[in-house]
């Protein structure tokens, strides 16, 4: 470990100079910073520089000794009222601020456990580990390679077009989704905490706990100008899913316009967005309609949830325009109808066969519309026209990006995790988990979508799964090992406690039974059972 360099976390072979990333080796890290080569969680980690660091806490460069492999280490230390003195790694709290840490610290392990939950979200950086130690908590991430969205689009001419920033943003749209289900926002998306990993996928980063994501908090804001919404600017705006549904359409807007909307807090009332004639022409309408809705300065009119942001974006102007025809050349075709029977008095007869001809070829074409609308893949067939799209429930084993939800309900949460992997359709997390008396332990039995909605592929589904019945009963547990017994009722949901007892009959250090219960009898899970264990014969000197 001493030839790791702790600008990179690679091996350097002890190079004064790291040849990767140019960093000294007799760098010393400034207070109140944590040591470089200081060691966490019972030396499993090893401390780096820091990377960054903002109201909430620090970022440092780690390693992994049981990964063996680069890490990010975040450290809470609220700016303010937080720090440490020289050769001391605890965190040392200013004088009657003790409450407030303690009222930051228990949002901070309450946020990131959250996001932790998701860890297998590959539109989300991943939090494999959360410990506390020197009167503080640390979070840790995968460190992997990725470039900078804004990098991204610099190569890529500034912008892109919607067919190619689809697939980009669409699981990211997913995966918030659920981490709204499970209560847990971000509230900070933009280009500037967006990542393009190196197989070609965008991540969300730069989480922090919601006080830093308005005004008028304990600690020092941390806006997205442009992308943050008109509440986060208001001392007493509610934050929801709405408010990152603007960050992420605003994170859209700029990878299709190349800018960033004007600054929420500036904003006319009316809600208007400014873009260029040229921008405007290649976006289809349905994507400006959603970029209008999801950028509302009104909250009440923007869109809420990000399933209808979903909607909104895989909407089908085909479908649309097709049903717009029929509907414009059934009126024509009533219109010609009701002239018709006219008097003919003064109007040539060829004009009369001419209308009549006109009628029969608008009867004849809304026929053949309502038999595309209905008969999609037999028009494909017959015509190869492979233009059109649609996102209707009825039409969505047709759409490539689509696909049901399907129903999880009854089926067991480990078989199902242990037959994911990179290719499935879909992935599931675990939101939590519920007393149900009529469903065996470990099956799922609620998810969020529901069975049978249409969504894009890649969706996550939000589980929850059964703890099993409130009620256990108590098993057998007389002449086993402590072991055995403490075991056994473990199984069952139970907290085992044991207290030892003098016995003529029962063999040292075997159960004896239950102190206050009898096998069979019924106790609450969680509940904690002591047992009694046999010490041998009392002493009779």
Not at 56 to 67: A, D
Not at 290 to 301: E, F, I, M, Y
Not at 370 to 385: D, S
């Amino acid at each position: 470990m001493s030839q790791l360099c702790f600008g990179c976390m690679k091996e350097n072979n002890g190079e004064k100079i790291c040849p990767y990333c140019g960093f000294d080796k007799d760098t010393e890290q400034s207070l109140p910073h944590l040591p470089l080569g200081t060691k966490l969680q019972n030396e499993n980690y090893i401390v780096g520089k820091k990377i960054s660091s903002s109201a909430e806490g620090v970022k440092y460069i780690g390693y992994s000794n049981t990964m063996h492999s680069p890490v990010i280490i975040n450290e809470f230390m609220p700016a303010g009222i937080a720090g440490r003195v020289k050769g001391k790694n605890n965190i040392i709290v200013r004088s009657d601020y003790e409450k407030r840490y303690d009222e930051l610290h228990q949002e901070f392990l309450k946020y990131y456990r959250n996001i932790a939950r998701f860890r297998d979200v590959k539109a989300i950086t991943p939090i494999f580990d959360i410990f506390s130690e020197n009167n503080t908590s640390y979070t840790v991430e995968e460190s992997y390679e990725s470039i900078s969205f804004e990098e991204y689009l610099k190569k890529r001419g500034g912008s892109l077009e919607w067919n190619t920033a689809r697939p980009l943003f669409m699981p990211l749209v997913s995966a918030l989704s659920s981490l709204h289900q499970a209560e847990t926002g971000h509230y900070g998306i933009s280009p500037s905490n967006l990542v393009v990993t190196a197989d070609g996928k965008l991540r969300l980063k730069g989480f922090v706990i919601s006080e830093m994501r308005k005004t008028g908090g304990f600690l020092e804001s941390e806006l997205m100008d442009g992308c943050a919404a008109p509440e986060q600017y208001r001392e007493n705006g509610v934050l929801d899913e709405s408010t990152d549904v603007y960050g992420l359409t605003a994170a859209l807007f700029y990878t299709l316009t190349g800018n960033l909307p004007e600054k929420a807090s500036e904003r006319k009332s009316d809600g208007k967005l400014s873009i260029s004639t040229a921008v405007y022409k290649k976006l289809p309408p349905h994507i400006v309609q959603a970029l209008s809705k999801g950028l509302q300065v009104d909250k009440t009119q923007r869109t809420k949830t990000f399933e209808e942001l979903r909607t909104e974006l895989s909407s089908a102007p085909a479908v649309k325009a097709i049903q717009n025809e029929a509907n414009r050349k059934e009126i024509q075709t009533q219109t010609v109808q009701r002239y018709i029977p006219k008097k003919k008095e003064g109007i040539p007869g060829y004009v009369w066969g001419i209308l009549g001809v006109l009628a029969i070829m608008l009867i004849l074409l809304v026929v053949g519309t309502y038999w595309i609308q209905t008969n999609p893949e037999a028009f494909q067939k017959i015509f190869g026209n492979n233009e059109i799209e649609t996102s209707t429930d009825e039409n969505s084993d047709i759409n490539p990006y689509l696909m049901k939800i399907p129903n999880l309900i009854g089926q067991k949460y480990d078989d199902i995790i242990a037959m994911q992997n990179d290719d499935s359709e879909y992935k599931i997390v675990k939101s939590n988990e519920e007393m149900f008396s009529e469903q065996e332990e470990g099956t799922i039995v609620k998810q969020s979508p529901v069975e049978g909605m249409s969504a894009e592929k890649g969706v996550i589904i939000v589980v929850t799964v059964s703890k099993g019945p409130q009620k256990r009963e108590l098993p057998a547990i007389s002449g086993q090992s402590l072991e055995a017994a403490v075991e056994a009722l473990g199984k069952q949901g139970f907290i085992a406690s044991g207290v030892y007892v003098a016995s003529d009959t029962v063999e040292e250090g075997k159960v004896i039974g239950y102190e206050n219960y009898n096998a069979g009898d019924m106790a609450s899970y969680g509940s904690k059972i002591v047992i009694s264990i046999s010490q041998g014969p009392e002493n009779s000197n």
